[in-house]
């Protein structure tokens, strides 16, 4: 049989399934496209062949195995000595071939949750992942040849990671300071050079221990990477908060409705919706009657809120606060007006509803309503409104939406500037929505409005539970991931950091890193009660945000020139 061409199997694994992916009844989420891996079977006849590929897919496996759910965090401190001995072997052969590949399938392994939405998702994220991995990480990695080894990946991996968080809007996930969420002592170092330095300091260490054991000796670079370890986990274990007494309570609610419900029955205040969501919080606050707040998950209130009629909202709340009586942070859909919402052009919004059933009004005139400010590309926000014509693409949209089923959810509105909720004394509340708990710079700007007392986070996360590969139910690693994300979110602006989920976890972050509680039922119904720790003074990350990768960068520039000076 004649060898199949790379270019024509590669075309076959990502184009058939997306051309399926489009057909009427056919699962988004199915993973029996991997078969199409077959023509790599042949390749392993080759010795030399065979050896880079098994390096390469158990570098793989140990990124997958780092990670949550395996959460085998140890393996964050080896997951990349198979791809550098493999690399070195690679040289003659095309590098960013080789390397866009390795980090389309580490994508492909480690982003399978997204195939439950829509292979588009998956595919987009993995084609975006690898191009950045050969473009911010093997290219440098193979042009900096003047500067020590270890220095030299531990560069290109921080590039790697930065280049990852914004391209193509940006998707900070599987950072390899994620790897490292439990290792407290270490993770207080990022309130100064954030997830990206723990993933610099991460890379650094193994690359050194790499170094020596190839030249069979101590190199500079590993005193290098011990001082750099000793000094970090001494940081860590110096590192102490103010201390003092705890503050209000919080009741966050998880309701654990299929997203399919929610989109059944978006404006029936008397469906599943309210019937849990009233229940499990009837529950809590029988439980806890000192409750200050309740908190309601993404989008699950049972209404939408039009900001031209809230005469029409009003009837709903106040008789949801005479209940409760207390007040309340809802996440929900806002429209500007009515034609915006039959238009389905709304907001991913979190409102503050106080003990009165009334939305409080700013100086401004504007209501206490936070508006989501990155939308999930294709799953939030039509991607063509950001080059074509509005008509072009309200007529595009009604097309896909009638002809392929495209959720009128996919076209939403993205908000503008950060919203401090004030729920009262101890309970400033900066709001985030969805994914945007993963992103540093969304959290330390909602940090740094309004001096908040927390962090409050409405996710979903109900649309990745267990995809399917062939007859089996893969498990979805997406909630946890967020968690270890989160973890950062919390040590980088010293404030704690609440996520009320519908389907995931629903969690209490201290700013020391530490998980307070957590409700860890994927699909299962639940409250927590959690009370807020004092935040922290302001850290220097907060105050001096994304400089601190670039002068980690510019302290690294002397020793390349030093080095290709002696070298010249």
Known sequence: MRRIPPWLWIAALVGIPLVLSFVPGWPSHGYGHVLLLYPLVPALRHPELRRRLLLYGASIALHLLAYPDFDLGFLGWVLLWPYLLARERDDKAPWFRSAFLYGFFRAFVGFHWLGHVHFTAWLGACLASGFAFAAAFEWPLRRLLFAPFALRVAAAWLFFEWIHSWLLGGFPWLFLSHTQYRFLALVQVADVVGAFGVSFLVAFVQAAALEANRARRIVPSVWAAALLLVAALLYGAMR???????????????????????????????????????????????????????????????????????????????????????????????????????????????????????????????????????????????????????????????????????????????????????????????????????????????????????????????????????????????????????????????MPFFSCANAGITCAVAPDGRILSRVDRVMGEGWLFERVPPRWEEPLFLRGGFLLPAVLLLLILPVLLWNARKRA
């Open 240 to 494: 102490g908060g103010p201390g003092g007494a705890e503050g209000p309570g919080v009741l966050m609610v998880q309701t654990a409705i299929p997203s399919y419900v929610k989109e059944q029955e978006p404006g029936d205040p008397r469906g599943v919706l309210e019937e849990a969501l009233v229940r499990l919080t009837r529950e809590g606050l029988d439980r806890h009657p000192e409750t200050a707040l309740i908190v309601w998950p993404e989008t699950m209130f049972p209404a939408y809120y039009v900001e031209s009629e809230p005469e029409r909202f009003a009837p709903l709340t106040r008789a949801l606060a005479r209940r409760f009586k207390r007040p309340a942070v809802y996440g929900l859909s806002s429209y500007a007006t009515p034609q915006r919402r039959d238009a389905g052009r709304g907001f991913n919004s979190a409102m503050l509803v106080d003990r009165n059933g009334d939305v409080p009004v700013g100086p401004d005139g504007r209501p206490a309503l936070y508006r989501k400010q990155r939308l999930v590309p294709m799953s939030e926000e039509f991607l063509p409104r950001r080059i074509l014509p509005e008509a072009w693409c309200d007529a595009m949209f009604r097309w896909l939406s009638g002809n392929l089923g495209l959720p009128r959810s996919s076209d939403l509105e993205s908000g503008e500037g950060f919203e401090t909720l004030d729920a009262g004394p101890g309970l400033r509340c900066a709001a985030l929505i969805c994914f945007e708990g993963v992103y540093p710079d969304l959290a330390r700007g909602a940090a740094r409005h309004g001096r908040p007392d927390l962090v409050l986070h409405l996710v979903n996360n109900g649309w990745f539970i267990s995809p399917r590969f062939l007859s089996w139910r893969i498990p979805s690693f997406e909630q946890r991931q967020c968690l270890a994300a989160w973890v950062f979110r919390a040590v980088e602006t010293r």
